[in-house]
């Protein structure tokens, strides 16, 4: 028998602050032109034949979770012994006409929806009848494949995307499932005994940071309140940083790679990161100046950042750290707003100024059953301090995606994109992916707090072509005004915030938001 492998503690914090109105669902979405296939149509039964003959190569897809008795030690993966592929892979259409908004709203409740904890962490749904999106072939099709957070964490979500695809639209024979015979679970005793000797050893789980509950809670509350008081004291509250429902929304706009290149040379030096942070700061500006909800200070997002240790092993898992950003919502230049957010990020903290193994340290040494509460505590306790100060207004994060053409089975894919777990206190989050020269922008709502999501996807276009009008005019605007230092990034250390002390800033000039729309049936 083989070693069951074991839930990290970063990854069971997921699991364990799951609750009745958010999870931590991520969904990447694939969609295809079946005409490149051979043929020119790919069958529901293929794509059930395509994924079987490559189970094998990944051990998410016929695991599930064994958690022990009263949380003892973090789960253990163990194999489904009723494994169902048909369960997992599921077959659907959209109704006529078959638009774009219909389909966010269909994978928007397929996000939504939690996954079933007693089965492996992921689903799979072809879904069929994409005949009216704008810029996609008519009769295209989606795969739709949600996921766990705890079983697939977004910097890794591409694997999953390679693992089903080839780089040639010569697709290769599709070869009969290697024989798989499931191993016995492991019995109740054994679990328990697992669990006992997980909690006791090694030593350190008792030694740091602490011998009883109250000694291991004591880090984590105060981290959590060090991070609320040291908040930039800017930060203001939108309709964004409020409870969500466990209801969801979606949309999304595509960009090529090459306008956003042109865009970051308004500013010396900037990068194609600041440009998006930037287009995403000119959307929220334009969205809420229209509601009537802007605010006179500037927004603020938090982004991941992925980080290794120096002495770490290339296949090491990275650990994540936040780092906070201006998104100069309170700046009516475009110009202004991109050198204000490429004056922050030129600071390089996040390469120099914390190692990998501080910013899980008070997890690293908690038991199982003190992750399991403390997640829960601190999630309830964000969200009741977070409707007087908010950590941050949205998340804005980067979810890597393939750089070359992609073939399911001959059909080439056309589009990539995510849905990102939205939670109490953040119910805005930016998923940027890209894919084969675009530059994918996709927002994740609550549905109550964004019923039109639509008209913000409105607000993310007109903010690109925006900035990409100045940029194709090649008048950069010389500034008059006396230059204003940034607000430093504020790079968070396991909860802990660390920032140079904030610049004033003089007041915004506030100019009314576009109110243009778009047939709600385009996709890009």
Same mark, same amino acid.
């Given at each position: 028998m083989?070693?069951?492998r ?7 914090a ?18 295809y ?9 790919i069958?529901?039964?293929? =794509? ?17 979770l064994k958690? *022990?008795?009263?949380?003892l ?26 638009d774009?908004? #219909? ?9 939504a ?8 962490? !992921? ?8 005949d ?30 390679s693992?089903?695809?080839?780089t040639?639209?010569?697709p290769n024979?599709?070869e ?16 328990? $005994?697992? &669990?006992l000797?997980?909690s006791? !050893?090694?030593? %350190? ?9 109250v000694?291991?809670? $004591? ?9 609320? *008081? ?8 939108t309709?964004?940083? $409020? ?6 929304a ?5 960009? /090529? ?11 010396? &030096? $900037? ?5 998006v942070l ?15 909800e ?5 927004? !603020?997002?938090?982004? +991941?950042v992925y ?6 092993e ?16 309170? =700046? ?9 957010i490429?004056?922050q ?21 908690a %038991? ?32 890597p995606g ?5 073939y399911?089975? &001959? ?7 995510? =849905?990102? +777990? ?12 890209s894919?084969? &020269?675009?530059i994918?922008? %996709? ?7 964004? +019923?039109? /999501? ?11 072509q925006?900035?990409l009008?100045?940029? #194709? ?17 504020? *790079? =968070? ?5 660390? @920032? ?10 506030? @100019? %009314?938001?576009s109110?243009r729309?778009?047939n ?5």
């Amino acid at each position: 028998m083989t070693a069951m492998r074991q839930l990290s503690q970063h990854d069971a914090a997921f699991l364990y602050s799951d609750n009745a109105h958010a999870n931590s669902n991520v969904t990447l979405i694939h969609i295809y032109d079946q005409s490149t296939a051979p043929g020119g149509r790919i069958r529901f039964k293929d =794509i059930l034949a395509h994924i079987e003959g490559r189970l094998h190569q990944s051990p998410i897809f016929r695991q599930k979770l064994k958690r *022990l008795p009263f949380d003892l030690d973090f789960p253990y993966w163990i194999e489904d012994e009723y494994f169902d592929l048909e369960f997992h892979v599921r077959h659907i259409a959209l109704p006529k006409p078959g638009d774009w908004r #219909q389909f966010c709203i269909q994978v928007s409740r397929i996000h939504a929806r939690p996954l079933d904890l007693n089965r492996p962490l !992921w689903e799979m749904y072809v879904i069929e009848g994409l005949d009216s999106f704008v810029d996609l072939p008519p009769g295209s099709f989606a795969i739709v494949t949600k996921l766990h957070h705890a079983a697939l964490d977004v910097e890794h979500g591409s694997e999953i995307t390679s693992l089903l695809h080839d780089t040639s639209p010569q697709p290769n024979p599709i070869e009969p499932p290697e024989p798989w015979y499931p191993e016995t679970p492991p019995g109740e005793l054994t679990m328990m $005994a697992r &669990g006992l000797v997980g909690s006791v !050893w090694p030593p %350190s789980r008792l030694v740091r940071p602490g011998l009883n509950l109250v000694r291991t809670l $004591a880090p984590m509350v105060s981290t959590f309140i060090h991070d609320v *008081l040291n908040k930039p004291s800017r930060i203001v509250l939108t309709r964004f940083n $409020a409870p969500v429902s466990p209801y969801r929304a979606f949309d999304t706009r595509r960009f /090529p790679l090459a306008d956003f290149k042109l865009i970051r040379n308004l500013v010396p &030096g $900037a990068r194609i990161n600041d440009a998006v942070l930037a287009v995403c700061g000119g959307a929220l500006r334009s969205f809420l100046d229209l509601q009537g909800e802007l605010p006179e200070q500037s927004l !603020w997002a938090m982004a +991941p950042v992925y980080m290794r240790d120096a002495d770490s092993e290339a296949g090491d898992p990275r650990e994540v750290a936040w780092i906070r950003v201006q998104l100069g919502t309170d =700046i009516a230049d475009p110009v202004e707003r991109l050198r204000m957010i490429k004056e922050q990020t030129e600071h390089e903290l996040l390469e120099h100024a914390v190692s990998a193994t501080e910013l899980t340290d008070t997890r690293h040494h908690a %038991s199982a059953a003190t992750l399991a509460f403390t997640s829960k505590f601190l999630t309830r306790a964000a969200m009741e301090v977070d409707k007087r100060a908010p950590r941050a207004n949205c998340t804005i994060t980067n979810v890597p995606g393939p750089s070359q053409p992609l073939y399911l089975i &001959g059909a080439r894919m056309t589009y990539f994109s995510a =849905i990102m +777990p939205i939670t109490d206190g953040m119910g805005l989050v930016f998923a940027v992916t890209s894919y084969d &020269g675009k530059i994918i922008v %996709s927002p994740t709502f609550c549905r109550e707090q964004m +019923p039109e /999501p639509e008209l913000f996807a409105q607000a993310i276009r007109d903010s690109f072509q925006e900035y990409l009008a100045a940029a #194709q005019s090649k008048v950069v605007p010389i500034r008059s005004a006396p230059r204003r230092k940034a607000a430093a990034p504020v *790079l =968070i250390r396991g909860g802990r915030p660390e @920032a140079k002390a904030n610049a004033t800033r003089t007041p915004r000039t506030r @100019a %009314s938001g576009s109110s243009r729309t778009r047939n709600s049936g385009e996709s890009a």
